[in-house]
């Protein structure tokens, strides 16, 4: 999908985002994902990067521990909601341009439902990877390969594809769960996903 689509799609989903992807997408990523992190994190204070942030639910449990979250998304509608929530910092941006956050600064970043519309994962995670600190954790929802024949605008994965690119950002698996992503809202699709947690073990360099 091109950005401009992407944009145009969550801007008129935004007002009712949480309710439709909670209800009749059965979407509950964002929380199985936050929760995971908090657990490896093992950390009082924490300083977190939710990529693709959306209205903020990928960040309500990072809220509850009290950490503080800098979140980035594309769609200004998106960004205007989250800004109901307690992000530290809202910043509105293509994930896939250099990130305006400071190298080396977060304790964990997430990106939860967003990978259907990256187009360059190797870039964006080695981007990531330049932005966590060392041992900084990355948790993150990759889409299933769809069953052949099927079409959906999403970009997908087989975990062959997907795991030497984690490996070449410079991240080592600590586990990888397999779960019910979410149902299409418009169609009757369901689309898988590989929740992974991941760590930062090298530094890589664009
Ligand atoms: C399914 S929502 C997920 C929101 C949130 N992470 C969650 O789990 O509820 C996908 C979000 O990714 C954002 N997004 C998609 N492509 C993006 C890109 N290239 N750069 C930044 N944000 C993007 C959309 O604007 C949308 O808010």
């Given at each position: 999908?091109?950005?401009?689509e ?6 008129d ?7 439709r992807?909670?209800?009749?997408g059965?979407y509950?990523?964002y ?23 959306g ?6 449990e ?7 979250v800098?979140?980035i ?10 800004k109901?929530?307690?992000?530290k910092?809202?910043i ?8 305006k ?15 259907e519309f990256?187009?360059n ?5 080695k ?16 889409p ?5 024949g099927?079409k959906a ?11 030497p ?10 586990e990888?769960?397999?779960?019910f992503?979410?149902?299409q809202?418009e169609?009757?699709?369901s ?5 992974y947690?991941l760590?930062?073990v090298?530094?890589?360099s664009k």
């Amino acid at each position: 999908m091109e950005l401009k689509e992407i944009k145009k799609m969550y801007s008129d989903l935004t007002k009712n985002y949480d309710k439709r992807v909670k209800n009749r997408g059965k979407y509950t990523a964002y929380k199985k994902m936050s929760l995971l992190t908090i657990k490896e994190l093992k950390l009082k204070n924490a300083k977190i990067l939710d990529l693709g942030c959306g209205t903020g639910l990928s960040s309500l449990e990072f809220f509850n521990k009290k950490y503080e979250v800098t979140g980035i998304d594309l769609t200004p509608e998106m960004i205007k909601e989250a800004k109901k929530l307690s992000f530290k910092k809202l910043i509105c941006q293509d994930l896939e341009i250099p990130l305006k956050v400071k190298d080396e600064e977060f304790d964990a970043a997430v990106i939860t439902g967003v990978m259907e519309f990256i187009k360059n994962p190797l870039s964006l995670f080695k981007e990531i990877n330049k932005k966590l600190k060392h041992e900084g954790i990355f948790a993150i929802t990759i889409p299933k390969k769809f069953p052949k024949g099927s079409k959906a605008p999403y970009k997908n994965y087989y975990k062959k594809e997907i795991e030497p690119v984690f490996k070449k950002a410079g991240f080592k698996i600590i586990e990888c769960k397999h779960f019910f992503g979410f149902k299409q809202l418009e169609g009757t699709r369901s689309i898988y996903y590989y929740g992974y947690l991941l760590k930062k073990v090298k530094s890589t360099s664009k």
